[in-house]
């Protein structure tokens, strides 16, 4: 389905949180009749780049800059400034075990949601696309945060730096489940909740610091980790603060 045919398994990381006492997130603030309407997130991180409709109030096209599966036209949206607003529209449907190139503009549903403030803007923080006729149904664990600009599970979108460590996610954010690895070597699992701004809260199941909340942002996470390289290759030296 679209451009979620590049790998979003694994996330080459570069971090690991500091560890500190539990603080949430920020979350998007409750919706206000006062405010301006929302926008459709901003154009930001990597749907920058060719993006097309984030940043926009009921944007006609949204385009994430990819293949042509990223692309949605002709929206009619229903329920704009609700909690979740949901339009109808055009996209490329292609079918399991087909190029994209083989594939056809068919009716689609796009969903808005993560409605609330997120980096000093008012705005729907997440969208994503599906198509009913296929039996493909609204799934909150698979969308692109448009607040921070990335493709959400994490899979390569966030601008994390190479550290060898690797971080497998799953679950929608208000509940994350997960492990960071090194190579072949699990440092710890976690469950835990992230915010549509890339903000974090993983508390650590093992083996490393097991019961201890992690705090930060995805990309602060690899710096931590490289901090702490000592746990890898030797008697525990190294404590997140």
Not at 99 to 110: C, D, L, S, W, Y
Request: with cysteine; glycine share 14%; net charge positive.
């Amino acid at each position: 389905m679209r451009r979620r045919i590049m790998a979003m398994t694994l996330v080459t990381a570069a971090a690991l949180l500091a560890l500190c006492a539990v603080a949430p997130p920020q979350r998007a603030a409750a919706a206000d009749a006062s405010r301006p309407e929302p926008t459709l997130g901003l154009l930001t991180g990597v749907f920058k780049p060719g993006g097309v409709g984030f940043g926009k109030v009921r944007p006609k096209e949204v385009f994430n800059g990819g293949d042509p599966t990223g692309l949605v036209t002709s929206i009619t949206w229903h329920g704009w400034g609700q909690g979740q607003a949901v339009g109808t529209g055009r996209s490329t449907y292609v079918a399991p075990n087909q190029a994209v190139a083989q594939g056809r503009t068919e009716p689609v549903r796009i969903v808005a949601f993560g409605l609330g403030v997120c980096d000093g803007h008012y705005m729907y923080a997440a969208v994503e696309w599906y198509f009913p006729q296929h039996k493909q149904v609204f799934d909150a664990s698979q969308f692109e945060d448009v607040c921070i600009g990335a493709y959400y599970p994490p899979e390569g979108g966030y601008p994390l730096t190479d550290g060898g460590y690797s971080i497998a996610v799953n679950g929608p954010p208000g509940s994350l489940h997960g492990s960071v690895s090194h190579g072949k070597r699990v440092v710890f699992s976690f469950r835990g909740h992230a915010g549509l701004n890339g903000s974090l809260t993983l508390v650590s199941r093992g083996p490393f610091e097991a019961g201890h909340t992690f705090t930060g942002s995805w990309q602060s996470l690899g710096v931590q980790l490289n901090h702490c390289r000592s746990y890898l290759t030797a008697a525990r030296s190294c404590t997140f603060q």
